[in-house]
């Protein structure tokens, strides 16, 4: 509890000034090491920071999800100031009055964030099931890529670990017993109320990008173009024409050096 | 001559030397004999209360008692077959009782030596509490269970398991075993986790390891030879840790061959009195892993004797640490670490030295050196007794922590260990606490100390097992 609310303290303090000029951007290496829910996260992250005009200096490292203070990636170095996760990186940016979506009402704002929870519970779990549960994909890729960064037999023993983590995390919200089709069911289900809200807009909300532009961005570019052994989930989304747009659309104006990374 | 009869009651080592390294005392104050000269032939040795103790290494030990020909040699020879049976701890006691011997076969100067022993039946568990073993304020429990001569040839197990009251604690299993019944070299393996919190540096680390180890000994000292396997899971303490520490957390996995050498001259490892300590240690890690580097370390301690039961000791502490691979920095938990209330007195616990946002960052090497004046308390209250586990003290304690450069040659390098080092002087009460630690209370005076260091002026204490 009274960590709790030391981190509330930190962040209110943190937030005082406006955008400092040393920001970094700790995320793990993208072509080696990274594992598909967290490439989801940084890279929602990235387009959220670049859609609200904030600079940043990416730095890879191969322990970063060992330096953040949350244990999981991304998390952004501000001075001395650190934070973690989407969430609290949105929360802090919109404390310091650099919010993207401060022009929406109260009903817009709440159905924003309800749809943020959807991604964050369905995509994001779908994503960790996807890598870590799944037998195939775990095998040839999350543990290779995982444990890519360590000497044997730590490459296999930390994998491990951290599947049970994940294992126990979907235990507890009920998804370890779902099978693959349940999944991409799921996955559909979300899609398609994401597909329906759109609609014919060119970002969730109007003419201007929010911060759920840029978490659905950073899940469905990577959905799309991930290289996974099979290809069913890639043409389900392919199904869903305007989000897809929507990702070209985000990648087209905020991103052109994506691939270079 | 040839009429005497010895016949030793159950003793202890200490009551054989005594009565029998001068002329015999029997009930005739005139009767005066040479031990040395008396023969003596050693019919037989009997030992009983022997269980699960294979015979071969008894034999082995008590073998050469048979070869005594008088009988001081007898005495000793039998003696010294006791300390061995300790020092194996293969027995919870053993007795020597020496007689004539009886019967038929019995030859003219005939003696029989016997050993009562007594074997443990059960492990010996003990329960304890430990202050300070892992972070400042924190008091774990750890439970120990010791099996001496497991097997029957003095392999030694034990398990311990501890716990800190909020985190997960550690574990260990250990296994030695003499070689060819020799208390002196012996192998050994263990398997360990451990949690610790590293304060100054504000980080904690878990590791995880194995190590197998041989100990013999040479003409030099004592040789130990250990590889060791740790994986290291090192994290920020908390959020006030300074970003040049977190950069470091990760896990990082070390296998090292090390050798230590030793040779213990001193007639005390806390407080003594005489003799000197040599302990050389070298550490090559690199093989497989990714931890590589050469660590080379050196303690030196003397030991003067002067009137009044003072004692003038010396001591000299270095350790140099090189990369193998120039582009890999070394990470904070190989580094040297300098300063505190038992080494670098007047500052605070590790911290000298290079720090970042009050964290310690350690260095690469590092030389530390000490002067104590010992004398016993002043009016020596417990004299004899409870005051020898006291002695007051005067100190000069100087040190330097710094990085050698590799652009600077090697003589720069020295003087900058040399120039900007640290200084100290004080006195104090030391006490003895067991045979293992000491408890220290001094009042400090920092003479000489660099930007950075934390400073720590006037009464500092401290307790610990390693001191200089």
């Not at chain 1, 973690?84 to 929406?104: C, K, Q, T, W, Y």
């Not at chain 2, 029998?20 to 050693?42: A, L, M, Q, Y």
């Not at chain 2, 004692?311 to 270095?318: K, N, V």
């Not at chain 2, 290079?354 to 000490?370: E, R």
Request: with cysteine; aromatic share 10%; glycine share 8%.
């Amino acid at each position: 509890m009274a960590s709790l609310v030391g981190d509330v303290m930190h962040l209110k303090i943190g937030a005082t000034e406006k955008w400092p000029t040393d920001v970094a951007f700790f995320q793990p290496y993208q072509v080696e090491q990274v594992t598909l829910p967290d490439y989801s996260n940084c890279l929602a992250v990235r387009t959220f920071l670049s859609m609200s005009g904030l600079k940043f200096d990416l730095q890879l490292k191969t322990n970063a999800e060992e330096m953040s203070p949350s244990g999981r990636v991304p998390f952004l170095k501000m001075g001395a100031f650190l934070v973690a996760e989407f969430d609290p990186i949105v929360a802090n940016v919109n404390m310091r009055g650099l919010s993207i979506s401060a022009h929406l009402d109260e009903t817009e704002r709440s159905e924003m964030t309800a749809y943020i929870t959807m991604v964050h519970t369905v995509l994001y779990n779908a994503e960790l099931y996807l890598s870590w549960i799944d037998k195939d994909i775990f095998a040839s890729t999350t543990r290779p890529r995982y444990g890519s960064v360590h000497p044997w037999p730590l490459s296999w023993i930390l994998p491990w670990k951290r599947q049970m983590e994940v294992k126990s995390r979907l235990n507890a919200c009920g998804w370890i017993d779902k099978t693959k089709e349940n999944v991409l069911d799921e996955i559909k289900a979300c899609l398609q109320a994401l597909s329906d809200r759109l609609a014919k807009n060119t970002y969730f909300f109007g003419e201007k990008p929010t911060e759920l532009d840029a978490l659905v961005f950073g899940h469905l570019y990577n959905l799309i173009t991930v290289r996974l052994p099979d290809s069913k989930l890639t043409g389900s989304i392919q199904n869903y024409r305007n989000l897809v747009d929507l990702c070209t659309r985000i990648e087209g104006k905020f991103y052109r050096d994506i691939q270079e990374n | 001559m040839g009429a005497v009869h010895a016949k030793a009651p159950e003793t202890t080592m200490e009551s054989h030397r005594t009565q029998f390294e001068g002329p015999s005392n029997d009930t005739d104050p005139n009767f005066n004999f040479d031990i040395r000269t008396v023969p003596v032939k050693v019919d037989r040795v009997v030992i009983d209360g022997v269980g699960k103790t294979k015979n071969d290494i008894l034999e082995k030990t008590l073998k050469p008692v048979l070869s005594a020909t008088n009988f001081k040699e007898m005495v000793e020879k039998s003696t010294q077959a006791k300390i061995v049976l300790e020092k194996l701890e293969l027995f919870k006691k053993v007795d020597i009782l020496i007689d004539t011997s009886k019967g038929k076969n019995a030859s003219t100067n005939g003696y029989e030596v016997q050993y009562h022993v007594e074997e443990r039946k059960y492990p010996i568990l003990n329960v304890k509490m430990e202050l300070g073993a892992h972070s400042a304020n924190e008091s774990d429990v750890v439970v120990r269970m010791k099996s001496p001569n497991l097997f029957g040839r003095g392999e030694l197990c034990t398990l311990d398991y501890s716990r800190v009251f909020k985190d997960d604690g550690g574990y260990g299993f250990q296994f030695s075993k003499p070689i060819n019944g020799d208390p002196d070299i012996r192998i050994g393996a263990n398997v360990y986790k451990g949690y610790a919190e590293f304060p100054w540096s504000s980080f904690k680390e878990i590791s995880r390891g194995t190590a197998l180890h041989l100990m013999f000994p040479t003409i030099l000292g004592s040789h130990c030879l250990k590889w060791e396997g740790v994986w290291r899971e090192m994290r920020a303490l908390n959020r006030n840790t300074s970003f040049a520490v977190r950069e470091q957390s990760g896990h990082t996995l070390k296998s090292s061959i090390q050798h230590v050498l030793m040779r213990d001259r001193r007639d005390d490892k806390i407080l003594p009195t005489k003799g000197y300590l040599v302990k050389l240690t070298q550490e090559y890690a690199g093989l497989g892993g990714n931890v590589e580097f050469v660590k080379n370390d050196v303690e030196l301690q003397y030991n003067l004797p002067l009137v009044f039961d003072s004692i003038i000791q010396l001591s000299l502490a270095g350790g140099i640490l090189t990369k193998i691979d120039q582009n890999k920095d070394i990470k904070i938990n190989d580094r040297y670490f300098l300063g505190g209330p038992l080494t670098l007195r007047g500052f605070t616990v590790n911290g000298v030295g290079p720090h970042s946002d009050g964290n310690a960052l350690g260095a690469d090497a590092y030389w530390l050196s000490g002067l104590h004046l010992y004398t016993p308390l002043p009016f020596r209250p417990g004299k004899g007794g409870f005051g020898e586990m006291f002695r007051s003290h005067f100190f000069v304690t100087a040190g330097n922590l710094g990085n050698v450069n590799l652009m600077e040659t090697a003589k720069e390098n020295f003087k900058n260990l040399t120039e900007t080092f640290r200084l100290s002087y004080g006195l104090g009460v030391v006490l003895r606490l067991g045979g293992i630690a000491r408890l220290e209370i001094n009042y400090v005076i920092p003479v000489r100390s660099q930007n950075g260091d934390n400073v720590d002026r006037g009464f500092q204490y401290g307790i610990g097992i390693s001191f200089l």
